[in-house]
């Protein structure tokens, strides 16, 4: 039943669900005054006074979601976390609390599974986050992680995907493609270690890449600055499936167009020189790589001023007519739409 | 990759997840005023104003909690949420709002999908909780269900498992063992199948246990009750692994000890029967079986005559010092110490 071979390793059948739980959050201690009470009871309880509870959820399961052939059991407990706490940085909201539940087969010890825990409790201490609950079962096949985020915001802060007037501006954080250049170069290396378990990678020059896909970080610091700045979008989404598709959701949510244009997308130069090596198109790369986390919203005009210039914000487009529908204007002004799934049949209308 | 051979039925591919989420939740409208935003947006919004907001989860997956050979989709969602709201009830809380998160494989039609959520919705509907969100995703193996409850309380009516007091009163509610006997009633079918697939087998004489495996509900009418009652336990929980099982986290939350007394165990004469014709032990079932879903807690002795006589609930033992320890008093007067795991353990100390 127990499939590890290493004998210096700890199997799980040897402590039992309850005291799993109990070993794996026992360095947990709360933060947030928000939190009443944590792990240990039916439910935790939080106080979240007058501010409004935000709450959101992600499944993550091996072999869709993550392949850890190449992601380290606590990078992958950091990331589940980032992708989670994205949603609720996307509503401008403060994170305050998360539920880790896990699902695990037989094949994973209980180091490793503190190494996943390690991962988890990292971001919870980077992002002041505390976890309060969750469920630990075994799993017939791999390993799954439920996660759900619970967070507040006064009423006037909450953004939604829906506020978005004809005439904003669409902005969006950081840089676009690199967790999928990163993507790429990792599948490759994977390939190359099947056929050649000695191979040694020199991966330096793709480091920004490979960290943008391994461990990425939730925008906390932009949900900052728009405070700082104070700047309240009218729309936001977070970046998780790729630019193009969130575009689509805001579009529909808002009920408005889009004109984004090509030559503003912000792209790390390590994203052109991979593109360049696998032969890719970066726009393609920019607008459904995907896993970003980037923060996409928008602003009314009044307030350029207050994000002009700023290394972290780019300014990509603005909201047009909803008849107008969602196009990408190309660097020599041609107009093509944007669509959710296909960068293949995208590719097709580019070529 | 589409395993079904019926080809009335809609296979996922045809939806994708976006359209999938839409689809299967197109008829939910909140009902309670918590809920200001529901699902639709990249977090929900809850306003519990001054009350205290609890949240819980659960995850469940194919072939460790659930059996879909003898398991209807519906049923299964519907108890879904109802292992999910009881531990709200075991806080003496009032879930409001419900996350479910969906993992997928293709051997399932959009139409399989759609009988889950009747049952989830048929729930949220007698529970009047809404569905505020969640997350679909498609799974390599089987069907996996992450839910996560949210409630609210005022500080003063929320019961933890850690306020139980020496010579206080230990109170169940309904009645044990049946979801336990409904299952091997159930197992033993499907054993029968297989070797028959044509046996058309007269359950009727087993209706109450397999209702209380397929069709469990939560126990909102004894949080109502107990108000009514004006009656604040001092500890509380669910009984979900078993009574043996909640008596010692009980025990050990509050750090005391139990007399737990055999003749006292309420058992509904279906299970003496099917006890009797499976060669069990209905102490053991009633112990042990789990999944019953009744609210187990304590009592100050001074409102013993608030619930003396009543149906719905059974003073079972009582609170003793830690070092006593958690024990089962026997008809004949024996003591036996509960183990948590170990019905087979115990089994033993009885033989």
């Known amino acids: 039943m127990f499939e590890d071979k290493n004998t210096s390793k700890t199997p799980l059948v040897n402590l039992g669900e309850f005291k799993l739980i109990d070993h794996l959050t026992q360095s947990v201690k709360p933060q947030n005054k928000s939190t009443v009470l944590g792990i240990g009871d039916d439910a935790a309880i939080i106080d979240h006074s007058n501010n409004k509870t935000l709450i959101s959820t992600d499944l993550l399961l091996e072999g869709i979601h993550f392949d850890l052939s190449y992601m380290p059991l606590k ?5 589940a976390v980032m992708v989670n706490l994205s949603d609720l940085y996307a ?6 609390q998360i539920t880790v539940s896990i699902a695990v087969s037989n094949r994973f010890t209980v180091e490793a599974l503190e190494e996943l ?3 988890i409790n990292l971001a919870c201490k980077n992002y002041k986050v505390d976890l309060v609950g969750g469920d630990t079962t075994s799993s017939t096949s791999g390993l799954m992680l439920s996660l759900t985020a619970i967070g507040n915001a006064t009423q006037d802060r909450i ?29 490759r290396e994977k390939a190359v270690f099947k056929v050649n378990p000695n191979s040694q990678p020199d991966l330096t020059s793709y480091s920004y890449s490979i960290e943008r896909q391994l461990k990425p970080e939730a925008r906390k610091d932009i949900i900052e600055l728009l405070e700082e700045l104070d700047i309240i979008p009218s729309s936001m989404i977070d970046i998780s499936d790729g630019l193009s598709s969130e575009i689509l959701h805001l579009s529909k949510s808002s009920e408005v167009g889009f004109h984004v244009f090509e030559e503003k997308l912000p792209l790390d130069p390590e994203v052109n020189l991979i593109c360049e090596e696998f032969k890719f198109n970066t726009t393609t790369a920019a607008l459904n790589g995907g896993e970003d986390y980037e923060l996409l ?6 307030d350029f001023d207050k994000i002009k210039n700023h290394p972290l914000l780019s300014v990509i487009g603005h909201v047009t007519e909803k008849n107008m529908g969602c196009q990408l204007i190309t660097g020599l002004g041609h107009q093509i739409e944007l669509t959710a799934q296909g960068w293949q049949s995208f590719e097709g209308e580019k070529n």
Do not use: C, W
Not at 75 to 79: E, I, S
Not at 91 to 96: I, L, S
Not at 163 to 173: F, I, R, Y
């Open 297 to 302: 919203f928008t602003i009314a005009q009044k």
């Open 91 to 96: 509503m401008n909201a403060k994170p305050t």
């Open 117 to 119: 825990y390690t991962g």
């Open 159 to 187: 953004v939604k995907r829906s506020g978005a007037q004809e005439h904003d501006l669409l902005v969006v954080s950081g840089d676009l493609g690199a967790a999928y250049t990163g993507l790429q170069v990792l599948e």
């Open 75 to 79: 990078h992958l407990g950091y990331k």
